[in-house]
């Protein structure tokens, strides 16, 4: 996404800009651009130097989009994941989850569970101990 407050594709305000302003509210401005090349901080330096009252600079080394672009990671041994990797990923992850609750509400139902004695099968358990020592 642009931004629409600076005209032509600007990340910021540019020297004219910022000299009419301070001008239409009265304060009196002496500004010096200085293209790249050859001795540029030397000639900054003279120039800060010789003014006497406070100074401002403004300063536009790259656009922003291409400075973030630089400070990015040149080299990666990461290769990204396939669409398989993450979809095995998924499905081993979600099937370990629901196994793991279902057998949690399992066995705390096991052990929720009220004991009531089975009278069919207490009174079979009985008969057949029982057959034995009639004989």
């Not at 990923?89 to 009220?114: D, E, L, P, R």
């Amino acid at each position: 996404m642009k931004s629409s407050a600076f005209t032509d594709g600007a990340k910021g305000p540019t020297l004219e800009n910022v000299v009419n302003v301070l001008k239409a509210h009265g304060i009196e401005v002496k500004s010096e651009k200085f293209e790249e090349g050859e001795n540029v901080s030397q000639k900054l330096q003279q120039w800060i130097s010789n003014q006497e009252g406070p100074v401002v600079i403004l300063h536009h080394e790259t656009p922003a989009d291409y400075h973030h672009v630089q400070r990015g990671l040149q080299t990666s041994t990461v290769t990204p994941l396939t669409e398989f990797q993450i979809s095995q990923y998924q499905i081993c992850m979600w099937a370990a989850i629901i196994f793991i609750s279902v057998a949690g509400a399992a066995i705390c139902a096991m052990i929720n569970m009220q004991v009531i004695p089975d009278s069919l099968l207490y009174a079979k358990f009985i008969s057949a101990r029982t057959q034995g020592k009639n004989d």
